[in-house]
């Protein structure tokens, strides 16, 4: 794809997609940590999916005992690391720190948990081994935050994990498709590879699907569980979304993510179609590419909008736009190329079940100018692989499991990650540390 805004140069392109949150530095780390009021019924730990127990790491960190603290938090959340940086923490941990109720600032727990876990990743300190050999042998589905935290569980029970994975890297989305001004990808491999050796067998480049397909892993192996995720982002369903120039979310934000942004394109006047989070990534990254102009464009009010209230404001800092209660229509092209998008004004109107709807104003069709439109709508089931799945029920497209041990419909079979409900990274850790308790009970029940 050519390239429409001029290019930054290189060195004001990292400057651009650093870290949003640096790191601290040991002397801020402890300063910060020192603010803790180590709250005896922690509300933070409530907070959080994966209940690290976070007083006791910020007092470690205070203490000046940065490996105790990180083993603190691995032994509940292998991902802490890619957690600190890219965790919603104003609406979990931090949000619910008892400094908000006294109008006073949230202790920065994110920042710190990033500080103790980079410096036992950095240092290739290893907190536990695997256990001795059980003789169960496991099959993994997909290398992203879910199939990476069950697999480092069942490694610490002895268990043989061998995880298969489509992309030529691990990590799912902490490397492929969040802001690299969140999650560096440097830093993602190297959660991959810090939890791989404990002694994971890590399949790159290997899809489940037809050969083998999960039927086949599940007589292969003593369980499978399914960490795939979703995949494309949904369509739009109108026309001119094959023109050049019209992309996907993930399609967009991917070349971000490689070295010296090798790829990375951007044009002159961006529109961002959707409301979420991953609208709000494409479309600060699309200004830290250089874009003149960028518009979110969606089809509700801002206070509609499911985006974090913190990605909302960052967007505006970055000089985002947004069209409220505007749907598209088409994409409008000159050349084969996008050059415009059709739209037409929404407005509020009462379903019949008396609850909040949308219907388009008569007459209020019109163009937007733009040479590039990002497609982030939210990503779509893997509806292919779970079809070829047989006797597996599903909640609509989602996976249906048992909360409590991710078992599914069918025997020797567990799921959690976005494929069951799409969340966090943390909600992901948290599944993937459910499958892994399921699975070792399913195992121990076999044995017994």
């Known amino acids: 794809m050519s ?10 392109l990292h400057e651009n997609f650093s870290d949003i949150a640096p790191a601290l530095t040991p002397n801020e780390a402890r300063a910060e940590a020192s603010r803790c009021l180590f709250c005896y019924d922690a509300p933070c730990i409530q907070a959080c999916p994966t209940k690290i127990n976070i007083p006791q790491f910020i007092q470690q960190i205070a203490n000046a005992d940065t490996l105790g603290a990180a083993k603190t938090i691995f032994a509940e959340n292998i991902l802490g690391g890619s957690c600190g ?3 919603p923490t104003s609406v979990l941990c931090e949000g619910a720190c008892v400094y908000n109720a006294l109008n ?99 399949r790159l480049n290997s899809p489940v699907g037809k050969d083998p397909s999960v039927t086949q892993l599940l007589n292969d192996y ?9 995949g494309p982002t949904a369509a739009l369903s109108i026309p001119g979304e094959n023109l050049e120039g019209c992309l996907e979310a993930l399609e967009f934000i991917k070349p971000t993510r490689e070295p010296n942004f090798s790829g990375a394109s951007v044009g002159a006047n961006v529109l961002v179609i959707g409301g979420g989070n991953t609208a709000i990534d494409v479309a600060t990254a699309a200004k830290r590419l250089g874009a003149e102009n960028v518009t979110i464009v969606y089809r509700r009010t801002a206070a509609e909008m499911p985006a974090f209230e913190y990605e909302y404001e960052l967007a505006k800092a970055d000089g ?15 050349a084969g190329r996008v050059s415009g998008l059709k739209c037409v004004r929404c407005e509020s109107a009462p379903n019949a079940h008396g609850k909040s709807g949308l219907r388009n104003v008569p007459n ?32 609509g497209d989602a996976v249906k499991v048992d909360p409590a041990t991710a078992t599914t419909s069918v025997p020797k ?36």
């Open 3 to 12: 390239e429409f805004a001029p290019r930054p140069s290189l060195q004001q």
């Open 85 to 87: 940086r890219a965790c």
């Open 104 to 202: 006073k600032k949230p202790i920065e727990i994110g920042r710190l948990q990033r500080f103790a876990t980079d410096v036992a990743i950095d240092q290739g300190v290893q907190f536990w081994k695997r256990g001795n050999p059980s003789g169960k042998r496991i099959a993994i589905v997909g290398a992203g935050p879910a199939g990476l935290s069950c697999a480092y569980e069942l490694a610490k029970g002895g268990h043989a994990v061998t995880v298969y994975e489509a992309a030529p890297k691990a990590g799912g989305l902490n490397t492929y498709g969040l802001a690299a001004y969140k999650i560096e990808t440097e830093f993602a491999l190297k959660e991959a590879a810090y939890i791989k050796a404990i002694g994971i067998d890590l």
């Open 222 to 230: 003593d369980a499978v569980f399914l960490a795939v995720g979703m």
């Open 320 to 334: 985002v736009a947004f069209r409220w209660l505007t749907a598209p229509l088409e994409v409008i092209g000159a």
């Open 364 to 395: 209020s069709e019109h163009i937007i100018p733009c040479d590039m439109v990002v497609k982030a709508l939210g990503q779509q089931p893997l509806r292919v692989l779970l079809a070829e799945i047989q006797g597996l029920e599903l909640n």
């Open 413 to 448: 079979l567990f799921a959690a990650g976005d494929c069951v409900a799409v969340g966090e990274v943390v909600d992901a850790v948290q599944g993937g540390k459910i499958a892994a308790r399921g699975i070792n009970h399913f195992l121990n029940s076999e044995r017994r």
